[in-house]
């Protein structure tokens, strides 16, 4: 029984249970790869939210508020 036995129950093949099992570096290779995309993703959106102009930004409809 490999670390890695419990990638065949979501569908991995064999053969890849089995390099993971060999390699484990590359799992924790792809979990830092994802991690730094994502964080890569959170960062573009908060420059993109920060430099926004204020007419840019989306205001409450005043009429509507009053209509309430």
């Known amino acids: 029984m490999g670390r890695f036995d419990w990638f065949s129950k979501i569908g991995a093949t064999p053969q890849a249970v089995a390099v993971l099992n060999d390699q484990p570096i590359l799992f924790t290779i792809l979990l830092v ?35 309430k």
Not at 37 to 63: G, S
């Open 33 to 67: 790869v994802l991690v730094a995309i994502i964080l890569q993703i959170v960062l573009i959106w908060y420059i993109h939210y920060a430099t926004l102009k204020p007419e840019q930004k989306k205001k409450k409809d005043k009429k509507k508020q009053e209509q």
